[in-house]
């Protein structure tokens, strides 16, 4: 974020040092596209450790994973293709106002040339910037699939916007997760639809976070027998289990085999 001060630096290694020639090449090679490539590389670097940040933590909760992961792509979509990089604070702003001021100069080999802003330059360079978009897409698809069972722990997101908009995809969701994990469809939708309100409930009266709201309705319909008779959970409870030790980086069939560490170390004593 200090391109000026950058190159005065550069300048003066250059004209000092006998062993800088790498400076000196950097100088000579150095145009405004390729400095905005750069700063657009800098500002999707920064897109992408938000999400790595997120991803790398068991405590991750597996029910936000597809409003994480749309929230990234959508992100990089808004910045990359259309063009909103250029005004939002960040790297590509800045080296865009420098060019644009007029005052970037680089010396090298003798002579001396502007750095400044043309016609068109911007949208040249956003064009060339979006393979970066498509691969980063391209990889979400293949690593997060839509169908896959870690995203189908959305219906557990209370503040989803799976929960809100489409009934059918949470059927899906929970279809996906009883084949997954052995158990009635039908019943695990019942139980679900029953507890769902508890949780809300919990979440919104009390801040919760998405798994200490389902713990604690959990913990309140399954206190007593008469609690247990109304609120069954015979289908709902092995999947409340995985959501609760389930992480990005925890393998099904780890899970699902004797030696599954995350399967067996449960949150939620009263889940077992």
Request: glycine share 4%.
């Amino acid at each position: 974020m200090h391109l000026a001060s950058f190159f005065k630096v550069l300048h003066r290694i250059a004209a000092v040092r006998s062993d800088a020639s790498w400076a000196r090449a950097w100088l000579q090679a150095i145009t405004p596209s390729k400095l905005l490539l750069l700063a657009l590389a800098a500002d999707a670097a920064d897109s992408l450790l938000e999400l790595t940040r997120f991803l790398d933590t068991e405590k991750v909760d597996p029910a936000q994973l597809n409003e994480q992961i749309g929230a990234f792509i959508k992100s990089i979509q808004v910045q990359f293709l259309q063009g909103r990089v250029w005004t939002i604070e960040g790297y590509a702003k800045h080296t865009l106002q420098i060019l644009a001021s007029g005052n970037l100069y680089s010396f090298a080999g003798g002579m001396c040339k502007q750095l400044r802003l043309t016609d068109g330059l911007q949208q040249r360079v956003l064009l060339q910037f979006k393979p970066w978009v498509t691969l980063c897409e391209e990889a979400c698809r293949a690593e997060f699939p839509h169908f896959d069972i870690f995203n189908s722990m959305l219906v557990f997101n209370l503040t989803g916007e799976c929960l809100r908009e489409t009934t059918q995809e949470c059927q899906q969701c929970l279809r996906r997760l009883a084949l997954a994990l052995d158990v009635d469809a039908a019943a695990l939708k019942h139980q679900w639809e029953t507890l769902l309100p508890v949780a809300t409930v919990k979440k919104n009266c009390g801040n919760l976070e998405n798994r200490e709201a389902w713990d604690q309705a959990f913990q309140q319909t399954q206190k007593n027998s008469y609690a247990q008779r109304q609120y069954k959970t015979d289908c709902l409870a092995p999947v409340l289990r995985a959501y609760a030790c389930w992480s990005p980086s925890t393998h099904l069939g780890a899970i699902r085999g004797k030696g599954g560490r995350h399967f067996f170390k449960s949150v939620w004593h009263l889940l077992w």
